[in-house]
């Protein structure tokens, strides 16, 4: 009985639920750019094991182009482009690969951040030619779009207005403290996110360091880390009006918001949206909620404890 009721609590279950439920017809259009869609443990992984995404990811280098063009699954595609500012630019290639960003780090930072090496390590500068995601022929419109590309989203948000304009999730990291000269902040992009009609959900795995002291190696617990760096934000379409949204972008941030972020309390809600207009049974966003393990939803409430909990919140 426990492994029956962990394989339906299990997160493909889930996933395979909501995709026969929502039966939308077509796989999601994800966009990861700044991560190499031959390695595994993307947040989107679920989605396209299951068939149900199709990601179109970027590799600039030609070599490396070829190389994951030979690894790509059947649901994937890779485009050869560097997407950013329409236009010549310069591509600082720092020896650790994660740090690459067209915008030169900012010494006095690294400093203080106790990230001296960041500067010391090897920085290659290599000329590319970026061009904006609306430019790539035959670019799909998205559903959802992930960036990680140390201070180029905000530009690339810039230049894709028109294939994220039915977008549903944007998925951009940011940063809170100043990593690389003029690049654009958390609040940038916030900003500008805003002004496209999406707000922000929830932060993943924000990350901070400890500051350089005499004391430094005595604080073994990441916790006592304080100065915030960066870190993932999730961005969904403003729900406050959710009749202005179609059923298939309703469906999509219901896949989205289970297998990519985890927010199974906006499933429910997109559910129950869906129910209204008879796009799913009534009763879904229950059934949906009763597959969630113990530790995050509990048995159905009493009718009599209901009531006692609309009277407490009233």
């Not at 996110?193 to 901070?208: E, Q, T």
Request: net charge neutral; glycine share 6%.
């Amino acid at each position: 009985m426990k492994d029956e009721t962990v394989q339906r609590n299990g997160p493909r279950a889930r996933a395979e639920f909501l995709i026969d439920l929502l039966a939308l017809g077509r796989p999601m259009q994800i966009a990861d750019v700044g991560a190499r869609l031959a390695n595994s443990g993307a947040p989107y992984d679920m989605l396209m094991k299951l068939g149900a995404a199709h990601v179109s990811g970027f590799e600039p280098d030609p070599e490396a182009f070829k190389a994951m063009q030979a690894a790509m699954p059947a649901n994937a595609t890779c485009y050869p482009d560097a997407v950013g500012k329409p236009g010549k630019a310069t591509f600082y290639s720092h020896a650790i690969g994660t740090l690459s960003s067209i915008f030169k780090f900012h010494a006095p930072a690294a400093r203080y951040l106790g990230k001296g090496f960041w500067v010391k390590r090897p920085i290659t500068e290599v000329p590319i030619t970026l061009v904006a995601l609306d430019k790539i022929k035959d670019f799909p419109t998205l559903d959802l779009i992930k960036m990680d590309v140390q201070g180029a989203e905000l530009d690339i948000l810039k230049g894709a207005q028109n294939v994220l304009a039915d977008a549903m999730v944007i998925i951009p990291e940011v940063r809170f403290y100043r990593m690389y000269q003029d690049e654009p902040m958390w609040a940038d992009v916030d900003t500008y996110l805003r002004g496209m009609g999406f707000v922000l959900h929830k932060f993943i795995a924000p990350k901070s360091v400890a500051l350089p002291s005499s004391q430094k190696s005595r604080f073994t617990n990441k916790a006592a880390y304080s100065q915030l760096l960066d870190g993932d934000a999730v961005y969904i379409r403003n729900l406050e009006e959710p009749e202005t949204l179609s059923v298939d972008q309703i469906k999509c941030l219901a896949l989205a918001a289970d297998s990519v972020f985890h927010s199974h309390d906006l499933v429910a809600f997109c559910l129950d949206q869906l129910a209204e207009r008879g796009a799913v049974p009534k009763g879904s966003a229950k059934k949906y909620v009763d597959r969630l393990p113990p530790e995050i939803a509990g048995p159905p409430m009493s009718k009599e404890d209901r009531k006692k909990a609309k009277a407490t919140a009233e």
